[in-house]
């Protein structure tokens, strides 16, 4: 795309949910050159799946974006007509849950959600100074595989979980993530790690932090994310935790083909879900399991 003179001022992406988050890159870094006081667009309608980039932009949108939400119902009924209004009605009537996705572009998502008990919100710096049930997971990276360490705060009278702190990152070195947990927990607070990497856990003793190997048992993933479910409450802030609310959203049971879903949780873009499983073992597996 070029201009003999002048440049584009205007971009705008309809159906943005379509285009991929590279496409879009690649579009961008060619128009906006050559200007001033660019205006890009993004709209669409919400896709079922949770785990589409959209969703993300529009809870954690980046600094200087605007996100606005309309509906048919906010513009003049001659706009539309009176057979687009008897449509929607009737699917109403029929498919409440059909009506709010299309009609009014709610989040309904696509049924097969895992976690359907999230709130993703800021966490103030108040809130946070009142917890007293802190309890962190790790969850190592491997290869292309990001690291993620994962700091809570579990009510467990009223069974609410705020995750409100996290490291995720890449190729880290054993020895910058022990820099950076250190940082955080001050304390040296015990740690709860994936147990499949003794020799890392071994590397981070060594180097000071406090971290233990979760007790792994037969179906121990299943138990730990029917616990997570069963929650009344994930609480879980977009900005401080932007990967740890990305996984915890798109999390989805894989479709059958048929209509369904298959059986079990998939093992893909679960690493915080992971991390927050070892940091809350004790409280899953009951009082009765010590660490040492």
């Given at each position: 795309m070029r201009l003999r003179k002048g440049f584009f001022k205007f971009v705008w992406y309809e159906e943005a949910d379509e285009f991929s988050l590279e496409d879009i890159r690649s579009i961008n870094q060619t128009a906006l050159r050559g200007g001033a006081g660019y205006k890009v667009f993004y709209t669409y309608n919400p896709p079922k799946s949770r785990k589409a980039w959209v969703y993300e932009y529009k809870n954690n949108?980046?600094?200087?974006?605007?996100?606005?939400?309309?509906?048919?119902?906010?513009?003049?009924?001659?706009?539309?007509?009176?057979?687009?209004?008897?449509?929607?009605?009737?699917?109403?009537?029929?498919?409440?849950?059909?009506?709010?996705?299309?009609y009014l572009g709610e989040d309904v998502g696509t049924g097969g959600?895992?976690?359907?008990?999230?709130?993703?919100?800021?966490?103030?710096?108040?809130?946070?100074?009142?917890?007293?049930?802190?309890?962190?997971?790790?969850?190592?990276?491997?290869a292309s595989h990001p690291t993620h360490y994962a700091v809570m705060h579990f009510d467990a009278t009223r069974r609410r979980l705020f995750i409100f702190y996290e490291i995720h990152k890449v190729g880290m070195s054993n020895r910058s993530l022990a820099d950076a947990i250190k940082a955080e927990n001050k304390s040296n607070a015990r740690v709860t790690a994936d147990s499949a990497e003794p020799r890392t856990i071994a590397?981070?003793?060594?180097?000071?932090?406090?971290?233990?190997?979760?007790?792994?048992?037969?179906?121990?993933?299943?138990?730990?994310?029917?616990?997570?479910?069963?929650?009344?409450?994930?609480?879980?802030?977009?900005?401080?935790?932007?990967n740890t609310a990305r996984e915890f959203e798109g999390y989805e049971l894989e479709p059958d083909g048929n209509g369904g879903w298959k059986e079990g949780f998939p093992d893909r873009d679960n690493h915080s879900i992971d991390a927050v499983r070892y940091a809350?073992?004790?409280?899953?597996?009951?009082?009765?399991?010590s660490f040492k």
């Open positions: 949108p980046p600094a200087g974006w605007y996100v606005h939400h309309s509906t048919y119902l906010g513009v003049p009924r001659h706009w539309l007509g009176e057979q687009f209004f008897i449509e929607a009605e009737t699917l109403k009537q029929r498919n409440e849950l059909a009506y709010r996705h299309e959600e895992v976690f359907r008990n999230l709130t993703i919100r800021r966490i103030s710096d108040e809130e946070i100074a009142t917890f007293d049930r802190i309890r962190r997971g790790l969850d190592f990276g491997f590397e981070l003793r060594n180097l000071g932090v406090n971290v233990v190997g979760a007790r792994k048992g037969p179906d121990s993933v299943e138990y730990g994310i029917k616990f997570l479910q069963d929650l009344d409450e994930i609480i879980i802030d977009p900005v401080r935790c932007p809350l073992e004790s409280e899953i597996r009951g009082p009765a399991i």
